[in-house]
């Protein structure tokens, strides 16, 4: 099961909106002009955490939503309710009896999830009725964006850890329940091998692990009191908590409890360490440990860790096998947004041609891309080495590509390159087109993502940067509408 825990107060609910999804809908059935096609692309404009890559999640549940939209009566009922500044309603009854048969009939594509992304590139592309391809941006960025933002970030901390097992322990610091859970999903994704949070466990079939709190071992009148007792009551999961009064005496004592499980027929498996000097705590235990005949037991790290503590530990020689993240991964701790954007790019009345649009601002970066958009990525040797944004009309041997942010970058993929488009059908006319693999292959995927990316963009500073650039035609397309709107001035 992938999707989000299934809360009864929103799923597939159409008021997961903002309210001006709602206002401008309800214009364009003023206007008449509802039933005009539009095509959106849902994209992020920088990379999160300074990162040279991003990986798409939250697909899932963007399908779950739109699978079950619909306005209840008691959504109509609510919305009837709402009043403008003049104190009359806000929408026309005429609207909510039409808003009661909503029902949604647009394409999507997608990039699918655990698929290496990057910004500009649309990870979401919705064509249909302009209503209602209005109505789901806010929902869909919700979906999107928390869940790649999440998934990015557990990326980049399993490759801190160098290929040493990362546990997400978020739970109880993570932004409400469907935080958590979503959280829990998404780290999976990135590369986390287990979670501490059981609902997420049960719900996605995601390995739980945990051993005990500081708690225990306070309950009991001694610390090896608290360790003896843990191991006649769970002697198959005994990591020992060893910080609560003196680390280094915590491990010794854990070693001697360890020693009485040998005679029981069960192993300790490890200890953890909470505070203080990780590096320094962490080589001191490993002596003690391999010392007592204990070089299997691992030592486990938590306290607030990210990537960048965990490469410093690394670098410091500390001698950690797992590492427990919590904190900064759910939360996104130093980035808590990822700033996807939802964008209108072409419009066309029924059966006519497309009018192509672009949205300009005093910021180059938020001048988006027209057209209808597919990604294009090309691989050599095994490689990933770039990627082009080009619109549906483009030359099928396109292979240049523009740097819209500095047009004299133009680079040609090598004709022996392979080639694959990453949007893919995920609902045709409202009906779902599109096999949903299991969490297990997503998280797969994403793996198999990272390891043909070069090695120099997956740096956690500094990070080398990935081609991605428009096929010249799209530039050119961009060029010619940008100047259109805004014409040199005399």
Known sequence: MNALYPAKRYRGSALLTDLYQLTMAYGYWKTGTHHKEAVFHLFFRRAPFQSGFTIAAGL???????????????????????????????????????????????????????????????????????????????????????????????????????????????????????????????????GCAATSNVLAGQIFGIPVKGTHAHSWVMSFDDEPEAFREYARAMPNNCVFLVDTYDTLQGVARAIEVGRWLRTQGHEMAGIRLDSGDLAYLSIEARKLLDAAGFPKAVIVASNDLDEHIIASLKQQGAKIGLWGVGTKLVTAFDQPALGGVYKLSATREAGGPWNYKVKLSEQAIKVSNPGIQQVRRYTRDGEFIGDMLFNENAPPDARVIVDPANTTRRKAMPADATEEDLLVPVFRRGVLAYDEPALAGIRARAQAQLGRLYAGTKRLLNPHEYPVGLEPGLFELKTELIFKHRPIAA
């Open 60 to 190: 899932s549940d963007a399908i779950a939503w739109l699978q079950g939209l619909r306005f209840a009566d008691e959504d109509l009922a609510y919305l009837a309710g709402l009043t403008g500044n003049d104190g009359a309603p806000l929408f026309d009854p005429a609207f909510l009896e039409y808003l009661r048969s909503f029902a949604f009939t647009c394409d999507v594509d997608a990039i699918p999830e655990g698929t290496i992304v990057f910004p500009n590139e649309p990870l979401l592309r919705i064509q249909g009725p302009i209503i209602q391809a209005q109505l789901v941006e806010t929902a869909l960025l919700n979906f999107i964006n928390f869940q790649t933002l999440i998934a990015t970030k557990a990326a980049r901390i399993c490759l801190a850890a160098q290929g040493e097992p990362v546990l997400e322990f978020g739970l109880r610091r993570a932004q409400g329940v469907d935080g958590a859970l979503a959280a829990s999903r998404a780290a999976y994704i990135g």
